[in-house]
Structures are given as C-alpha cells and as structure tokens.
T-cell receptor
Framework: AQKITQTQPGMFVQEKEAVTLDCTYDTSDQSYGLFWYKQPSSGEMIFLIYQGSYDEQNATEGRYSLNFQKARKSANLVISASQLGDSAMYFCAMREPAGGTSYGKLTFGQGTILTVHP | DTEVTQTPKHLVMGMTNKKSLKCEQHMGHRAMYWYKQKAKKPPELMFVYSYEKLSINESVPSRFSPECPNSSLLNLHLHALQPEDSALYLC????????????????FGSGTQLSVL
C-alpha cells in the first residue's frame, strides 16, 4: 500500500519569498505519479504540478517547481516569490497504476496550511 | 471549458431526509469520482465511475448511493445520514481512469458543504 507523508501542518512565509513544502512517499510500484494540489478556503482543489516517476527532470509550472528526489522518495513543492493569494492548504498526492484493487486511485497526504504574510 | 460544476454549494438536511448531490463536467472525461473531506483533513475517496460503470466503492455505507446517468453527470443520493456524515463532498473527473497511466490529473469541483442535523 502506498503512503504519502506531509510533516508540516503549517508553514509561514513572507510575501515575495520562496517556500518549500515537504512531501515523502512510500510505494513498491516502479511507475507512479506525484501531484500537488492547492485548496483555498473556497474548497476547490486546484491542480498545480505533476511529476512522473520516470521523469528525469524536475517539473516546473510558472512559480511552482517540484524538487523530485527519487532515491529519497521525496517530492517537495517549491513556490517562488510567494503572493498573498498563495495562502491555502496544499496537498501532495500519488497515483498508482491500475491493477488489482488500486484502480484509478489518487491518495492524498495530510496537507500543509501555508500562510503568506504581507 | 475545464470546469466541474457541483450543486448545491451548501446543504442542510435532517437524518430522515433524502437529498441528492449533483456533479457535471463537459470535458469529455470518462472517469468521475466522489470524495469526502472533513475540515483540515485530506479528501477520502468514496466512489469511482469509469465509462459509466462503478469501478471502486471504498466500503461506503449504503446510505450513500452513487449514480452515473451518463458520461457527463454524477449524482450522490443521500438517505438517513448521520451527523458524522457532515463534510465537504468533492466531485472530480479525469480523462479515462483506466490503464497503467499514472499521469492523469483529476479536475475537482468546488464541493458541496453538507450539514446533517
């Protein structure tokens, strides 16, 4: 069974600074996908960035980058130049390949609440 | 159009009521999901439909009854709920849901905040 761990319940950052949100995972699958989602107080889960287990380069999407260290099984999210609108809950998630009873399942970590101060 | 639309946004119901949550997407996705989320907790998967067939039921109590009338619509029928069922119910969709692909991202709606009195 796969497991996602986010060890930071809450993080604070000053506006315009960079922040790293930690995520570690555990899986016996060779093929898997790692995702980060943002959930503002409005409730919607917003997709931020994706990293495949076979991708050799770290994923980047605008101000978001994923620091993927496969040997350490970590997939940390880096947000550069933080903005007040970045204040939200952030979830790391992993998708395992279909097969057996794990068909199409996306499993989430416990989440990190990020607060951006002006 | 990359939206997943959920109605209603808020719902208050008594334990003897019957109500339904609705979800709609027009992205041509063939997999649709229901998640339950308690405050400050991660979403928990309830059901997965793929090509209008129920693929996953995560041992959800029978007082929750999903329905997928067509590839664009997903309903969650609620009956005789308990106060502990109060939560945010999120609907999501993805392109296919089948096969070995692990890069399918889920598109989520804004959720229905359910309160059971």
């Amino acid at each position: 069974a796969q497991k996602i761990t986010q060890t930071q319940p809450g993080m604070f950052v000053q506006e315009k600074e960079a922040v790293t949100l930690d995520c570690t995972y555990d899986t016996s699958d060779q093929s898997y996908g790692l995702f980060w989602y943002k959930q503002p107080s409005s409730g919607e889960m917003i997709f931020l960035i994706y990293q495949g287990s076979y991708d050799e380069q770290n994923a980047t999407e605008g101000r978001y980058s994923l620091n993927f260290q496969k040997a350490r099984k970590s997939a940390n999210l880096v947000i550069s130049a933080s903005q007040l609108g970045d204040s939200a809950m952030y979830f790391c998630a992993m998708r395992e390949p279909a097969g057996g009873t794990s068909y199409g399942k996306l499993t989430f970590g416990q989440g990190t609440i990020l607060t951006v101060h002006p | 159009d990359t939206e997943v639309t959920q109605t209603p946004k808020h719902l208050v119901m008594g334990m003897t009521n019957k109500k339904s949550l609705k979800c709609e997407q027009h992205m041509g996705h063939r997999a649709m999901y229901w998640y339950k989320q308690k405050a400050k907790k991660p979403p928990e998967l309830m059901f997965v439909y793929s090509y209008e067939k129920l693929s996953i039921n995560e041992s959800v109590p029978s007082r929750f009854s999903p329905e997928c009338p067509n590839s664009s619509l997903l309903n969650l029928h609620l009956h005789a709920l308990q106060p502990e069922d109060s939560a945010l119910y999120l609907c999501a969709s993805s392109q296919d849901g089948r096969g070995p692909a692990t890069n399918e991202k889920l598109f989520f709606g804004s959720g229905t905040q359910l309160s059971v009195l």
